[in-house]
């Protein structure tokens, strides 16, 4: 028996290929949201497949308390990704990675009695009882997880921000995109004046981009199209295009040993997994194939937009993380449902938007059929109205 802590749609799958999941029953679904933004080169990538296989007969884990070469491989690669210098640690999810981002900040702080972490409204940040307390919605903050722990605090914007950060303020957390906040890209002139702020009085900032990192806002990192360079970044979902693997880079290298550490963290498996996917992901980059997909993907949202503006409000989103803002809420699980029936995979995101996370290679075919059931899926909604 398994816990009953999600909301299971009454639906499961035998296999995939690309962006197409085939289910138990044999109907074929194409899947815009790629497991939640993790299934980056889609669904069973053959030299994925390929790498797991090698790496699983050869060596899968053998502690942190040895050297791991293809951890220091992927450290080194990201790093040069990020084009300067940073210091890596490999953790198994987002919120692990941000739990590591946590313990720096207030490291970096303790010699100043900084030990606060501001994050915005609207944010999250994982489901551990520091990462719960760090996103930025109520809601995420039952009374029967209480007590949390203190030192968190977030602001309804980057002004509110700046107004109450303190000499206490250790850092601050921001995504660039907030995934379960709307899919709902931050203000480009309010990032670099908080990108300022932090750095004028010596906070660090964070980005978290467990989920718009990894190319699927089109660069590496979206730090990159906000001309920022933060002290600390978080990664997660696409980095092992399915295999579970987080990371935290950051800029300063002062954990001790016994500070921090991992049990399962960058093994031999997870590491691997993620040199291929960053490798695989770069060439589709120099190739131009992310972002003609973005621009093929955001063309398809928008002929929704314009035909079902009744229903949308607007598009929303950077590159591959997308979302149709509706106009009423009580239509999310409408079209939600509508999607799913006629044979494809949405996310639901916010009170009132779709979310849509396309593998970042999805092919032209299986767009194609993607959006022409989802507008079926439009249709017969606004039929039902």
Do not use: W
Not at 23 to 35: K, L, P, V, Y
Not at 60 to 88: D, M, T, W
Not at 162 to 184: D, M, P
């Amino acid at each position: 028996m398994l816990m009953n802590n999600y909301a299971r749609v009454d639906l499961g799958f035998k296999k995939g290929h690309g962006a197409t999941l085939i289910a138990d029953d044999g109907r074929d679904f194409i899947d815009f949201g790629s497991g939640i933004g993790v299934c980056s080169l889609g669904h069973a990538p053959k030299g994925l497949a390929r790498i797991i296989s090698k790496q699983a007969n050869t060596l899968i884990h053998s502690s942190n308390l040895y050297k791991i070469a293809p951890q220091n491989e992927l450290g080194e690669r990201i790093c040069e990704l990020l084009g300067s210098k940073y210091y890596v640690f490999f953790a198994n999810s987002g919120a692990e990675a941000n739990e590591c981002a946590i313990k720096l900040a207030r490291k970096y702080g303790a010699p100043k009695g900084k030990n606060e972490i501001i994050s915005l409204a609207n944010s999250f940040h994982g489901r551990t009882i520091a990462t719960l307390k760090l996103t930025g919605q109520e809601k995420f903050h039952p009374s029967h997880f209480e007590p949390f722990p203190d030192g968190f605090s977030y602001y309804d914007s980057i002004d509110e921000i700046i107004k109450n950060a303190s000499e206490r303020t250790a850092g601050v957390i921001i995504e660039l995109v907030q995934g379960e906040g709307g899919i709902h890209a931050l203000e480009l002139k309010e990032v670099a004046k908080l990108a300022k702020f932090c750095k004028e009085n010596d906070i660090l900032l964070i980005t978290d981009e467990v989920q718009c990192g990894v190319y699927r806002t089109g660069e590496f990192v979206a730090s990159k199209l906000y001309g920022i360079s933060p002290d600390i970044i978080t990664f997660a979902k696409g980095l092992g295009a399915g295999v579970p693997i987080g990371a935290c880079a950051s800029k300063y290298d002062i954990f001790s040993p016994g500070d921090h550490g991992s049990t399962f963290g960058g093994n031999f498996l997870a590491t691997s997994a993620g040199n291929y996917t960053l490798g695989e992901l770069l060439r589709l980059k120099k190739s131009g194939q992310i972002d003609k997909m973005i621009e093929n993907f955001t063309k398809e949202l928008d002929k929704l937009a314009k035909k079902y503006k009744t229903l949308i409000k607007a598009r929303t989103g950077l590159g591959a993380m997308c979302g149709l803002e509706l106009h009423k809420s009580e239509h999310l699980s409408l079209l939600f449902e509508a999607a799913l029936n006629n044979g494809v995979l949405v996310l639901k995101s916010g009170k009132a938007t779709l979310r849509f996370l396309p593998p970042l290679n999805i092919s032209k075919d299986e767009m194609k059929k993607g959006f022409k059931r989802l507008d079926k899926a439009f249709k017969e909604v606004l039929k039902s109205l």
